[in-house]
């Protein structure tokens, strides 16, 4: 089945610099490639997700690219805030009719120091 | 949103449970995932017009339904201490052109 790797496990930046998380996944047919971030005690939150036809997709201060060939993808985040700090997980799905199950990496605590 | 009953739950190694779920308005498919402490989500079951289309590596002791609202209910039967984690449910809609998956608050069981 699938398996996706992601680092690092812990990051921490200061307030305006950037932060980046990458992650590898296994299975080639995977198509679909969500971003989570979950704050403590909170429920994750779908943060940005790009498609296996789209090299990258940018939403304000964040950014996600996927390289099909190295079958990995990347969490960029720029001028990082306070409010950033959370723990991040990527995913990867095989979108179908069937069946299109979430695997998750283990998470990247993200600490941004003001 | 989507959103899960009860937010805590605290059974003894044995019991059973049940976890409930409401769909996002419009969604018609529910996947339920188990976290535990310090780790990413792991897929347990999806559900489509009442029917079970995926499930994860998880012993028979776990079981699902949807009902004809789209709602779920997650059982998990002879509780273990390893049982305990974060129970999510995520919401989506399929056929719609759309892939993403809206994750509930989740349902905090402590197995003692």
């Known amino acids: 089945g699938e398996n996706v790797e992601q680092h690092p496990s812990t990051l921490s930046v200061q307030e305006g610099d950037s932060a980046v998380i990458k992650c590898t996944y296994s299975d080639s047919a995977s198509n679909y490639f969500p971003w989570y971030k979950q704050e403590l005690g909170k429920r994750p939150q779908l943060i940005i997700d790009i498609r296996s036809n789209v090299g990258e997709k940018k939403d304000q201060r964040i950014a996600v690219t996927l390289n099909k060939t190295a079958k990995h993808f990347s969490l960029h985040i720029t001028e990082t805030q306070p409010e950033d700090s959370a723990v991040y997980f990527c995913a990867a799905s095989i979108y179908n009719r069937s069946n299109y199950k979430l695997t998750f990496g283990k998470g990247t605590l993200l600490t941004v120091n003001p | 949103g989507v959103t899960q009953s009860p937010t805590h739950l605290i059974k003894t190694r044995g019991q059973q449970v049940t976890l409930r779920c409401s769909s996002q308005?419009?969604?018609?498919?529910v996947s339920w995932y188990q976290q535990a402490l310090g780790q990413g989500p792991q897929f347990i079951f999806q559900y489509y017009e009442k029917e079970e289309r995926g499930r994860g590596n998880f012993p028979d002791r776990f079981s699902a339904r949807q009902f004809p609202n789209y709602s779920s209910e997650l059982n998990v039967n002879a509780l273990l201490l390893g049982d305990s984690a974060l129970y999510l449910c995520?919401?989506?809609?399929?056929?719609?052109?759309?892939?993403?998956?809206?994750f509930g608050p989740g349902t905090r069981l402590t197995v003692t």
């Open positions: 995520a919401s989506s809609s399929t056929g719609a052109g759309t892939y993403e998956q809206y």
């Open positions: 308005s419009g969604h018609n498919t």
